[in-house]
């Protein structure tokens, strides 16, 4: 079945560095949406991309959806403690049922 | 006013038990899920209803039986409770077959001693 590579597993960074999660897949992707999930919680929707390379922002969130729409990145600008989390990538995994397959997660650990 | 709400937020239970948990989403959303979360935060999906409708059912053992009584309410009930039964349950609803993503709720821990 259709699956995603989401790297790396882990990443910790002192408060101010840059971080970025990567999601690849063998195949091209209709959409991709991004979820955090933090310490103890529930996954939030973030953001879904649609469009060959898509970029969105928020605040200091950078979305990107590669050219041929088999990978796609997030980058967070000068983390902060409230960062913190596990940041999944999802696809849509089959026609039309809105099965959303996810990938294994970057839990993301910032040092103040 | 939560929006997808799931009950219990804990349960501990001893093996071979059967339990049930609840969800309810006041969203007016036409799809629902069940999500597991495996120790490594891996999810996985069980199953999902739209208006009812069974849509997915995945490689679940059939200990696990969903229920929608109607397209706000889907519940998971497990019979013959494992160890590996151990895990956190996400229920989580969409829109349009999920195309402006989900909503989580804030979890079921269960686990089994």
């Known amino acids: 079945g259709q699956q995603v590579m989401q790297i790396p597993q882990y990443q910790h960074v002192q408060e101010g560095e840059d971080f970025t999660t990567y999601c690849n897949s063998s195949t091209t992707l209709s959409n991709i949406q991004w979820y955090k999930q933090r310490p103890g919680g529930h996954p939030v929707f973030l953001i879904q991309l649609v469009k060959s390379g898509e970029v969105k922002k928020q605040k200091r969130l950078t979305f990107q959806f590669g050219e041929a729409k088999k990978n796609s990145s997030l980058h967070i600008t000068a983390t902060q403690t409230t960062d913190v989390g596990t940041y999944f990538c999802a696809l849509d995994g089959s026609s039309n049922t809105g099965k959303l397959i996810f990938g294994q997660g970057t839990t993301l650990q910032v040092k103040p | 006013d939560t929006a997808v709400s799931q009950t219990p937020k804990y349960l501990v239970t001893q093996m071979g038990n059967d339990k049930s948990i609840k969800c309810e989403q006041n969203l007016g959303h036409d799809t629902m899920y069940w999500y597991k979360q495996d120790s490594k935060k891996f999810l996985k999906i069980m199953f999902s209803y739209n208006n009812k409708e069974l849509i997915i059912n995945e490689t679940v053992p059939n200990r696990f039986s969903p229920k929608s009584p109607d397209k706000a309410h889907l519940n998971l009930h497990i019979n013959s409770l494992e160890l590996g039964d151990s895990a956190v349950y996400f229920c989580?609803?969409?829109?349009?077959?999920?195309?402006?993503?989900?909503?989580f709720g804030s979890g079921t821990r269960l686990t089994v001693v």
């Open positions: 989580a609803s969409s829109q349009n077959r999920g195309t402006y993503g989900y909503t």
